[in-house]
């Protein structure tokens, strides 16, 4: 029942906008880290962002690839149990196959083997 789904990929313009989402079930996302990888055709898989889901309000737990700093934004609704991923200013070179992943392991930490993925959604970005 552990199961990791995103979805809300597709053909985007450079320069538009696009939010993925990762439904999660059978577990709570809430106070875990959560991640989102992306995966371009002949490239190896690379971290896009993790987040740790730090009880405190006031300190920003979540790191980004430099390719994408700045411009996307990882947000969590841990009622409804979902992951986010907002792009914004979409570049060629972010086309791929984009996945989430969670740490469920005790004390999980970013950096920390990732435990489940998703199946993937493409993001495509024409040049």
């Known amino acids: 029942q552990v199961q990791l789904a995103e979805s809300g990929g597709g053909l985007v313009q450079p320069g538009q906008s696009l939010r993925l989402s990762c439904q999660a079930s059978?577990?709570?996302?809430?106070?875990?880290?959560v991640g989102w990888f992306r995966q371009a055709p002949g490239k190896a898989r690379e971290e896009v962002a993790c987040d740790s889901d730090s009880i405190s309000e006031t300190v920003d737990r979540t790191t980004y690839a430099e390719s994408v700093k700045g411009r996307f934004t990882v947000t969590r609704n841990n009622r409804a149990n979902m992951l986010y991923l907002e792009m914004n200013n979409l570049k060629p070179e972010d086309t791929a196959v984009y996945y989430c992943?969670?740490?469920?392991?005790?004390?999980?930490?970013?950096?920390?083997?990732?435990?489940?993925w998703g199946p993937g959604t493409q993001v495509t970005v024409p040049s």
């Open positions: 992943a969670v740490v469920t392991g005790k004390n999980g930490r970013c950096g920390s083997p990732w435990n489940y």
């Open positions: 059978g577990f709570t996302l809430h106070y875990l880290p």
